[in-house]
C-alpha cells in the first residue's frame, strides 16, 4: 500500500510560481514510477508529467514542457512538481500518483492516488 498527500497548492498570478509536494508513506515508494495529473471543472483528467523510479527519466506532456519540472527525492519518499510561467489554463485541481510500471501517461496505470491540492492562477 502506498498512501500519497499533496501540498503546496494556492492561488497565484500569472506568471508566477508554485511548487507542489507528494508525500509517500509505504515501503514501496522508490519502486514505483510517479506522475502527476490534474482536472479542471468540466474537463477529464490530463497527465501532466511523469518520472522514473530513480529519477533518471521524465516525460511532460506538450502543454508545460519547459515550465514545469518533475523530481522526486527517495530518500523523503517525496515526488515535486516545479511550476513556473503559470497561465490560467494551468488552474486544476493537481494529483499524484503512483505506478508498479514503467513511467507512463495513462492514469489507468496507476495504483494509487493522492487527495489533490488545488492551483488556482490568477489573469
Known amino acids: 500500500q502506498v498512501q500519497l498527500v499533496e501540498s503546496g497548492g494556492g492561488l497565484v498570478q500569472a506568471g508566477g510560481s508554485l511548487r507542489l509536494s507528494c508525500a509517500a508513506s509505504g515501503r514501496t515508494f522508490s519502486r514505483s514510477a510517479m506522475g502527476w495529473f490534474r482536472q479542471a471543472p468540466g474537463k477529464e483528467r490530463e497527465f501532466v508529467a511523469t518520472i522514473s523510479r530513480g529519477g533518471s527519466t521524465t516525460y511532460y506532456t506538450d502543454s508545460v514542457k519547459g515550465r514545469f519540472t518533475i523530481s522526486r527525492d527517495n530518500a523523503k519518499n517525496t515526488v515535486y512538481l516545479q511550476m513556473n510561467s503559470l497561465k490560467p489554463e494551468d488552474t486544476a485541481v493537481y494529483y499524484c500518483?503512483?505506478?508498479?510500471?514503467?513511467?507512463?501517461?495513462?492514469?489507468?496505470?496507476?495504483?494509487?492516488w493522492g487527495q489533490g491540492t488545488q492551483v488556482t492562477v490568477s489573469s
Open positions: 500518483a503512483a505506478t508498479s510500471v514503467n513511467p507512463t501517461d495513462r492514469w489507468l496505470d496507476y495504483d494509487y
